[in-house]
């Protein structure tokens, strides 16, 4: 079984008051870059992996989408995205990214947000997604940094008067398992170097259209603590296409 | 002027001692992954920026290249790789990469090694190099990592032992110069975040091939320090191409 962090009551409760949590994608600092790089929705079938509370289905159906499918592993996000959602053209499947029954040539757009760094098999999601595209799909995702996930603590180095001193890089090129921190809690994540993440893209056959590490959007620089994110990347968004070979 | 290190008489000689000034292509710990993403060079017209002792200028002619020009600043690096040259395909020019008189449509490959993090306006060559190239044609060059300039003393963070504690990340978004130290001397290089790399690739035309992060061959593990090079990668290597618009 595939670590089901989302389902503990008090992890799930921290996550919600996550400001992506509360105020969804709005309150999401990478948001704005990845809006950027979605593709049309009008008409589209679409497929979110690791959806969440379901913003990203909510968008796209407002964007136009024909058909959303949304897939978390997690009972109590599915719950609260199913609360907020109105629209009949989002459908919720509960099952986790690896083991998600992938149909072959169904969808035009394949998009993640912060969900694949949870998982073991990166390359064999990829591959299955290229199956799952139509010829011209588009695949989007973002993922956390292997600049942030590398060392595994996923925290600053701190100096002697308790600041931040700079961001630690370690075990780069040693990927897997990390047993990383978040929110309070002990979580496995998996570090990628960035070659493993755009290589085993391009070995599935998508062609690489963009690949960005967000910033946090000028209006929020003087939020507390947000230049510091101008430090250090913590994210990265990837835009691919699937291409006739 | 640009800056013109290499024809400084002290930094020259020890540059002039590195592995990769002595043995060449086979004592430059990238080699083995750069040379993967070369594309056949049977007839075709190359042009190396930044060719230093032309060690990829003589590769490229053996390999059947019909022409190579190799450009530098550095009047004493070009006269060392003159000697070596035996080829009457090559051709040296005395040049910085910014000022380089780059004809329209003349090349099939235009590759560079290590030298880009030298350049003030990345941007700008990269457009160059655009227009420079024929339909088709390929750019392949190899930089210093993006988390290996960011913070800008380009070495490791120490333990109260004296051992690299890890690598230390800062300023990352901070584009621009930074004062590096190499080979003990003060050398003016420039950072770019991974985003500008390639973004800056896209926007000129170019679709993505290949991006690596080169770890050292794994028959070179057991000389000192070098599993340390498995802790943060230092070098990028992108292989890009002129697709019609």
Same mark, same amino acid.
């Given at each position: 079984m595939k670590e089901n962090k989302y389902d503990d009551p008090q992890f799930f409760e921290q996550y919600s008051k996550m400001s992506r949590s509360v105020q969804g994608l709005e309150g999401a600092g990478e948001w704005h870059e990845l809006k950027k790089?979605?593709?049309? %929705?009008?008409?589209k079938t679409v497929l979110d992996l690791g959806c969440g509370f379901g913003w990203h289905c909510r968008y796209a159906a407002e964007q136009g989408a024909a058909q959303v499918t949304g897939v978390d592993l997690s009972e109590k996000m599915l719950k609260r995205a199913k609360e907020m959602t109105r629209s009949p053209n989002i459908q919720y *499947?509960?099952?986790?990214?690896?083991?998600f029954p992938y149909p072959e040539n169904a969808f035009d757009?394949? *998009? +993640?947000?912060? @969900? %694949?760094?949870?998982?073991?098999? /990166?390359?064999?999601?990829?591959?299955?997604? /290229?199956? +799952?595209? #139509?010829?011209?799909?588009? %695949?989007? %995702? +973002?993922v956390e940094h292997p600049v942030f996930t590398a060392q595994g603590k996923q925290?600053? /180095? /701190?100096?002697?008067?308790?600041?931040?001193?700079?961001?630690p890089v370690d075990?780069? =090129?040693?990927?897997?398992?990390?047993? @990383?921190? =978040?929110?309070?809690?002990?979580? #496995? #994540?998996?570090?990628?170097?960035? &070659? &493993?993440?755009?290589?085993?893209?391009?070995?599935?056959? =998508?062609?690489?259209?963009?690949? &960005?590490?967000?910033?946090?959007?000028?209006?929020?620089?003087?939020?507390?603590?947000?230049?510091d994110e101008l430090r250090r990347p913590m994210m990265? *968004? *990837? #835009?691919a296409r699937k291409t006739s070979r």
């Open positions: 790089l979605l593709p049309d %929705f009008t008409g *499947i509960r099952n986790s990214i690896e083991d757009v394949v *998009i +993640s947000s912060l @969900a %694949f760094h949870y998982v073991e098999n /990166y390359g064999k999601v990829c591959r299955r997604v /290229y199956n +799952s595209l #139509k010829d011209g799909g588009y %695949f989007v %995702f +973002s925290d600053w /180095y /701190y100096g002697p008067d308790g600041k931040p001193l700079h961001w075990n780069y =090129f040693t990927e897997g398992c990390r047993n @990383a921190v =978040f929110l309070g809690n002990k979580v #496995k #994540k998996y570090h990628w170097t960035l &070659t &493993t993440y755009l290589n085993v893209l391009t070995e599935a056959g =998508f062609s690489l259209c963009h690949v &960005t590490e967000p910033q946090p959007d000028p209006s929020m620089l003087d939020l507390p603590g947000m230049r990265l *968004i *990837i #835009k």
